[in-house]
């Protein structure tokens, strides 16, 4: 958890949220139903993801349509730490891809 986000995660709030959409899932990761297996929701996602820009809008910190109930795995997908990326952006925002020379796309 980022530092700037721990206050809000410990938030009563948050917490309400988080049960209303666990259960409106019926505590199952969402993901994993999708792709025909029955799984206990762990944790909650949110879709378009927090920032410390955005974290003090309720619209989407903390509205049930930007939040999706999953298991640990399916969670661990969306995290971009946790997940290797597949090219870099330089200081100027231009996107670099591994074995693509730059400027060739």
Known sequence: MQEWAKEFYNSGAWKQA???????????????????????????????????????D???????DN???LCRECHKKYDPKRVPRRYKVDEFGRVQIPGVPPGAI
């Open 67 to 69: 939040l999706k109930s």
């Open 18 to 56: 988080r049960s209303q959409a666990k259960k409106r899932d019926k505590y199952l990761c969402v993901d994993c139903l999708r792709a025909g297996k029955i799984t206990p929701a762990e944790e909650v996602h949110h879709i378009i993801a927090l920032t410390p820009h955005n974290i003090t």
């Open 58 to 64: 309720p619209n989407i910190a903390l509205r049930l």
